[in-house]
DNA sequence: ATGGCTTGAGTGTCAAGA
């Protein structure tokens, strides 16, 4: 079984890209974050000639995530609890008996922004539906664009990131609240290349001189990461023409 | 240095992203 998620930076301009990965890769499932499509206009046909079916969770112009599966999506969940916001950011969805988890998490803007704060709340409120769905299914992944580099190693320049939105403390502590629920970053059960990154600036030469995060996350629980056999960050689609600023993260499983 | 790209909205130029 293969998991993916990808940060595409709108559906409609990803499309040729996104259908072109799905034909080379053939993942079971791929997660999106960013359609920034109402779901009437997700571009659902193409992904079922292709061989996808598509849940969906959009709003028009931001956020908006997807899930697509080569088998149905049951039990569609597309609101965090306790949480009341506008922003499609969450689809919840159960695919060959595995929970799979698809988040959007906001961006925060700068630790000063009210944004901050609202990501924060909006990790809080994260962290408890987990539990909540950790309770009652054992095979579960948590996968998605956090906006949250874990470590040093996961940013280009610590230094200058060192309490900057994206790499401070207080948003760090919530990523490790959400592992400790008994999730695993199944990147590091891997070796993997220094200076690995899952974002770079569309700006300044970025990709280019991989000024980057790792900012896109695959969590899985314990049951599920017994099986785990690799975990990769695909770079090709950065270099393509008009490429999404993120990478796909790519998960295998036994 | 608040800029530097990209997208969507809407047809001006700005918000939002990370």
């Given at each position: 079984m293969i998991i993916a998620t990808w940060n595409v930076n709108s559906i409609r301009v990803r499309l040729p890209q996104v259908l072109d990965w799905l034909a080379q890769h053939k993942p079971d499932i791929l997660c999106l974050q960013e359609t920034k499509v109402i779901d009437s206009d997700f571009p659902q046909a193409d992904f079922a000639a292709f061989g996808y079916q598509a849940a969906l969770?959009?709003?028009?112009?931001?956020?908006?995530?997807?899930?697509?599966?080569?088998?149905?999506?049951?039990?569609?969940q597309t609101e965090l609890p306790m949480l009341d916001t506008e922003q499609r950011r969450l689809l919840a969805a159960t695919i060959n008996g595995t929970r799979v988890v698809n988040v959007y998490v906001p961006n925060g803007e700068s630790v000063e922004s009210d944004k901050y704060q609202f990501k924060l709340k909006w990790l809080r409120a994260l962290r408890s539906y987990l539990a909540q769905e950790l309770a009652t299914h054992r095979q579960l992944v948590l996968l998605g664009d956090f906006n949250i580099a874990p470590e040093p190693r996961?940013?280009?320049?610590?230094?200058?990131w060192e309490g900057h939105v994206?790499?401070?403390e207080p948003e760090r502590a919530a990523l490790r609240?959400?592992?400790?629920?008994?999730?695993?970053?199944?990147f590091r059960a891997f070796p993997q290349p220094d200076a690995s990154y899952t974002w770079w600036d569309y700006r300044q030469g970025g990709f280019r001189r991989n000024h980057g995060l790792r900012i896109d996350h695959i969590l899985v629980s314990a049951?599920?990461?017994?099986?785990c056999r690799r975990c990769i960050i695909d770079k090709e689609p950065r270099g393509l023409e008009r490429p999404s600023d993120h990478a796909p993260v790519v998960a295998t499983f036994d």
């Open positions: 969770n959009g709003q028009k112009t931001y956020n908006g995530v997807a899930i697509l599966s080569r088998t149905a999506a049951s039990a569609l996961d940013v280009y320049d610590p230094k200058t994206l790499f401070s609240g959400l592992a400790e629920t008994g999730l695993v970053d199944v049951p599920l990461a017994a099986y």
